[in-house]
Nanobody
Framework: QVQLVESGGGLVQAGGSLRLSCAAS????????MGWFRRAPGKEREFVAA????????NYDNSVKGRLTISRDSPKNTVYLQINNLNPEDTAVYYC?????????????WGQGTQVTVSS
C-alpha cells in the first residue's frame, strides 16, 4: 500500500504561481509513473499531467500545456506540479496518483488532494 500526501495548495491571485508537492510513503513509487489530476467545483475529475518512472517523459492535458510543469525527485519519493500564470479556471482540488499500472493510465493509489483557489 502506498500513501500519497499532497501539499502546497492555497489561495492565490490570478497571474500568480504555485508549486504543489506529492510525497509518497514508499520508495516503490520510484518504479511507477505518477500523475496529477484536478476536480473543479461541479465538474468531473480530469487529468492534468503525468511523468514516467524515471522522469524521462511527461505529458500534459492540452488545456494546461505551457503553464504547468511536472517533475519528480525520486530519492525524496516526491512529485511536483509547478503551475504558472494561474487563472480562476484553475480553481480545483488537485490530486496526485500512482501505481504499478500508472504507465497505462490506470492509477491505484490516490492522495487526499490539496485545494487551489485562484481569485480574479
Amino acid at each position: 500500500q502506498v500513501q500519497l500526501v499532497e501539499s502546497g495548495g492555497g489561495l492565490v491571485q490570478a497571474g500568480g504561481s504555485l508549486r504543489l508537492s506529492c510525497a509518497a510513503s514508499s520508495g516503490t513509487v520510484s518504479l511507477y509513473s505518477m500523475g496529477w489530476f484536478r476536480r473543479a467545483p461541479g465538474k468531473e475529475r480530469e487529468f492534468v499531467a503525468a511523468i514516467s518512472w524515471n522522469g524521462g517523459g511527461s505529458n500534459y492535458d492540452n488545456s494546461v500545456k505551457g503553464r504547468l510543469t511536472i517533475s519528480r525527485d525520486s530519492p525524496k519519493n516526491t512529485v511536483y506540479l509547478q503551475i504558472n500564470n494561474l487563472n480562476p479556471e484553475d480553481t480545483a482540488v488537485y490530486y496526485c496518483a500512482t501505481g504499478p499500472r500508472a504507465h497505462r493510465r490506470t492509477y491505484d493509489y490516490w492522495g487526499q488532494g490539496t485545494q487551489v483557489t485562484v481569485s480574479s
